[in-house]
């Protein structure tokens, strides 16, 4: 059995990718983990071409990962909040699950998932949005997680002044950013052992799916 583990993210070592790799860490199966930053995938165009036989035919890096998704016998998949949704890698990256959906299509179908979203105040609506692309692809999400990432005003050098960032709006006009108030995983022991738990969670989850094919 096989775990393909994928952060959505356009920034590598980061929240997203590391609560993924929180999962993956307690699997006991195969893994692969799979970072789409600095990865040109596009959205779906709606050209149909894929009808004929569930592969798409848009030519950028989805390609290239085609045969891993469906090699894989589970996913887990995370991504960042942007505006409270699923940012535009990761709903461009889902989108192009609709290769395959047609003619009773099954590459995806019946596969276990977990959801995985980070969020400067919350990763819930990117859960929740994970989860929507996951039903209507058939894949079983077996669990979820959501935990609290360092938004980019953390970083970008304006933070402290900006009065439309996320400084501002969480902790008020005059706040200094220091390490104290930057939020990060090892901060979260709780949704590190939650990541944990759902990897042997998933684990079980495919030894009966072992079991039962």
């Known amino acids: 059995m096989k775990v ?20 993956l860490g307690t699997v006991v199966a195969e893994t692969e983990f799979i970072s789409l930053a600095g990865m040109k995938i596009g959205a779906c165009t ?16 989805m390609q290239g990962l085609r045969q891993k998704i469906v090699d894989a ?22 989108e192009r699950f609709y ?7 099954k590459a995806v179908a019946g596969k276990l998932a977990v959801a995985v979203g980070i969020g400067g105040s919350s990763g819930a609506p990117v859960v ?9 692809n058939q894949i079983e999400c077996v669990g979820e997680i959501s935990a609290q990432g360092a938004a ?5 050098g304006y933070g402290e002044t900006c009065k439309a960032g996320a400084i501002h709006m969480f902790f008020g006009a005059g706040t200094k950013i220091t390490p104290e108030i930057v939020p990060s995983l090892s901060k979260q022991p709780d949704k590190i052992e939650l990541a944990r738990g759902l990897g042997r969670k998933l684990t079980e989850q495919l030894k009966g799916f072992a079991a039962a094919t």
């Open 4 to 23: 393909l583990g994928i952060s959505c993210s356009p920034r590598k070592n980061h929240a997203t990718e590391l609560l993924v790799k929180e999962v």
């Open 46 to 61: 709606a050209c149909m071409e894929c009808v004929r036989d569930n592969v798409c035919k848009v030519k950028d890096d």
């Open 73 to 94: 016998d589970a996913y887990v998949v995370g991504a960042p909040n942007y505006y409270s949704m699923l940012n535009g890698l990761a709903h461009c990256f889902l």
């Open 99 to 105: 290769q395959f959906r047609h003619r009773d299509g």
């Open 128 to 136: 929740d949005n994970i989860k929507t692309f996951f039903e209507y």
């Open 152 to 156: 980019s005003c953390f970083t970008c």
